[in-house]
C-alpha cells in the first residue's frame, strides 16, 4: 500500500464548479498534512497546511480526519487558473526525520 | 530573483556520463533535499541535508551522491548516469520554524530535466 494514495483524476470541471479531492495515508503517526500545487513542468508550491480544525484560505477549504486517515481539498467556484495538479503531502517520522511523503497527484482541469 | 535556484535546467546525456546537477538558495535555510519526480510515482527523496556536516540518504540514493559545499549549496551527482535515470530533478530547501521541525514549508527550485540516453 502507497503510504500517501490519491485518485489521479482527470477532475475536469466547468468554470464556476465546486471540486472535491480526496487522500488517504497509511502511517497513523504522520503528524503534519498539507496540500501544494504544482503547475505543469513547474515546481509545487505549498497551497495550505491541513490542521485537525480544518482551514479555509478563500475558495479553499481543507480538512483532516485523522481516524480515518485522509485529507480533503474543497475548491469552490473553480477558475480556469485553478488548472493544476495538487499533491497531498505529509509529513511521516521516519529514523528521527520528519520526511514529506507525496502523493502522486490529482490533475484538476477547469474549462470555459 | 529566485530563492532556489537550479543548474542546468535542461541536460541530455548517454549513459555512462557523470553529471552533476547544483542547487543554490538564498533563503538561509540549514536543510536541503534533492528529489526526483518521475510520472506516476510522485517526488521521492534522494538525499537530504540539515547543515554542511549532516548528509543523509533518502530512499532511492543508489546511483547518486551529493555534496554540501556550503550552506547555500547542495550538489547532485551521477556517477555513471544511466537511461532510468531520466526524470526531473527538484532542489528544495526548508526551516524547522519555531514548532520543533513537526510543521514547516518546503521550498522547491524550478527543476531540472534529465534525459539519459
Known amino acids: 500500500r502507497k503510504e500517501v494514495e490519491q485518485d489521479p483524476g482527470p477532475f475536469n470541471v466547468p468554470e464556476g464548479a465546486t471540486v472535491a479531492f480526496n487522500c488517504t495515508y497509511s502511517?497513523?503517526?504522520?503528524?503534519?498534512f498539507f496540500w501544494y500545487r504544482q503547475d505543469c513542468r513547474k515546481e509545487p508550491k505549498l497551497l495550505m497546511s491541513?490542521?485537525?480544525s480544518g482551514n479555509e484560505d478563500g475558495r479553499f477549504t481543507a480538512q483532516l480526519n485523522r481516524a480515518s486517515q485522509y485529507i480533503s481539498l474543497l475548491i469552490r467556484d473553480s477558475k480556469l487558473s485553478d488548472s493544476a495538479t495538487y499533491l497531498c503531502?505529509?509529513?511521516?517520522?521516519?529514523?528521527?526525520?520528519?520526511?514529506?511523503?507525496f502523493g502522486t497527484g490529482t490533475r484538476l482541469l477547469v474549462s470555459p | 530573483d529566485a530563492d532556489v535556484t537550479q543548474t542546468p535546467r535542461n541536460r541530455i546525456t548517454k549513459t555512462g556520463k557523470r553529471i552533476m546537477l547544483e542547487c543554490s538558495q538564498t533563503?538561509?535555510?540549514?536543510?536541503m533535499y534533492w528529489y526526483r519526480q518521475d510520472p506516476g510515482l510522485g517526488l521521492r527523496l534522494i538525499y537530504y541535508?540539515?547543515?554542511?556536516?549532516?548528509?543523509n540518504k533518502g530512499e532511492i540514493s543508489d546511483g547518486y551522491s551529493v555534496s554540501r559545499q556550503a550552506q547555500a549549496k547542495f550538489s547532485l551527482s551521477l556517477e555513471s548516469a544511466i537511461p532510468n535515470q531520466t526524470a526531473l530533478y527538484f532542489c528544495?530547501?526548508?526551516?524547522?520554524?519555531?514548532?520543533?521541525?513537526?510543521?514547516?514549508?518546503?521550498?522547491f527550485g524550478p527543476g531540472t530535466r534529465l534525459t539519459v540516453l
Open positions: 491541513v490542521y485537525s
Open positions: 533563503k538561509g535555510h540549514d536543510r
Open positions: 503531502v505529509v509529513n511521516t517520522p521516519d529514523t528521527g526525520f520528519q520526511k514529506l511523503v
Open positions: 541535508s540539515f547543515d554542511v556536516k549532516d548528509i
Open positions: 502511517n497513523s503517526a504522520s503528524q503534519s
Open positions: 528544495a530547501t526548508s526551516d524547522p520554524g519555531t514548532s520543533g521541525g513537526a510543521f514547516y514549508e518546503q521550498f
